[in-house]
């Protein structure tokens, strides 16, 4: 139903899709999936329970955590993947139960590059060996994040030309599997990333040195995503706005503010606005929404809708971010794992209306 006293929870539309509210579920890795077996990077009861009760708790969007469109593209050998039927058919289940409680289903597909085959975090997140069902990493340049990781191999043209194959198939699969949001992975130093920055790309070639070769294996996974993603539904990128390398070389906000423009024109619907990951030992400045002016930069200069993340976890915090313009809707990580619930009792606090299953009407 739609609500008359409340921005935060107006329907939004994109395309032909119209999410019910404007509080969204960012993609957070589980570290879940069975890391070898014929249900190698598929979901389990964790995730059908995870993504269910947020669902069940009114949020308007999920986007499922980064899953890799390849084997060596996930983060963990225990993240999810979609590179197989098995993978599809275990996400149908997900995306089934959240249209169910009237919540959209999106997906976010990555491939992390030289920041791959790294352990689980409560494990220590180091990086893991083949004995440990690691792999080795790939990368625009032959250059390791950090001290911890391995130096990854440099990607040749055929393999960058193999990768861009892989995420318009996880495409295909994304729509096999009932999602409805596909959104690209290009933030938190993970592949895309690592070929716009300059800290991580040394290319010589047609995709490095200049800003138009540092953003072209962006733009082709773009293109080549949305040549198979259906006309009427929208499309997502997430980039970190900044690396936050102030005086040295890197991805910046206002390379971030052009670029939107150029995803835009390439059939970006949105843009996730993030920051950071791509340079190791770097002082970020966190704070309550503390991204927040990255998204309206986006949205305002770029004239692109934008969506705001970073410790935004209260409601009248997320009600004045959507009521000032500077997002279009507000992507709620940890306030979401503490409190699934977080839109219905938001709801609640601004005198709104939002989905609450038949079960659960006594909660009212």
């Not at 570290?31 to 598929?42: F, I, V």
């Not at 971030?256 to 949105?270: C, N, S, Y």
């Not at 002016?293 to 692109?304: D, H, K």
């Amino acid at each position: 139903m739609e609500s008359t006293v409340s921005a935060l929870f107006e329907p939004y539309t994109l395309r032909s899709l119209t999410v019910p509210n404007r509080v969204w579920m960012p993609p957070m890795c589980q570290y879940s999936a069975a890391p070898e077996g014929p249900l190698t990077g598929a979901p389990t009861d964790w995730h059908l329970q995870h993504y269910g009760a947020r669902a069940a708790g009114g949020t308007g969007l999920i986007i499922v955590e980064a899953t890799g469109v390849s084997p060596e593209g996930r983060i963990s050998p225990y993240d999810l993947g979609i590179w197989n039927d098995a993978q599809v058919t275990g996400l149908r289940r997900i995306t089934d139960f959240m249209k169910s409680q009237g919540t959209v289903a999106g997906i976010q597909i990555g491939h992390a590059g030289r920041k791959a085959s790294t352990d689980r975090p409560w494990k220590g997140g180091a990086p893991l060996g083949p004995e440990e069902h690691g792999w080795a990493a790939v990368a625009p340049s032959a250059i390791a994040f950090d001290d911890r990781h391995a130096v990854p191999a440099e990607l040749t043209a055929d393999g960058i030309k193999e990768i861009v194959g892989q995420f318009a198939d996880a495409a295909r699969r994304a729509l096999d599997a009932g999602f409805e949001v596909v959104e690209l992975h290009g933030a938190h130093g993970y592949l895309i990333a690592q070929f716009l920055s300059p800290h991580s790309n040394k290319r010589t070639d047609e995709y490095g040195g200049s800003y138009q070769n540092r953003t072209r294996f962006a733009l082709e996974v773009v293109d080549a995503v949305r040549a198979v993603w259906p006309d009427e539904l929208p499309l997502f990128f997430r980039i970190s706005a900044t690396d936050w390398l102030d005086g040295q070389e890197g991805w910046t906000a206002d390379e971030t503010v052009r670029f939107a423009a150029e995803l835009k024109a390439h059939g970006v619907d949105l843009i996730d606005v993030s920051t950071g990951g791509n340079a190791s030992g770097v002082r970020i400045p966190v704070g309550p929404g503390y991204q927040v002016p990255f998204a309206a930069r986006v949205r305002n200069e770029a004239g692109v809708p934008a969506a705001a993340v970073g410790l935004i976890t209260e409601t009248q915090q997320a009600e004045k971010i959507i009521v000032d313009g500077e997002a279009d809707a507000v992507l709620l990580g940890r306030e979401l794992l503490r409190d699934p619930s977080f839109a219905r009792h938001a709801a609640r606090e601004l005198g709104a209306d939002v989905h609450v299953p038949d079960q659960y009407h006594r909660s009212v």
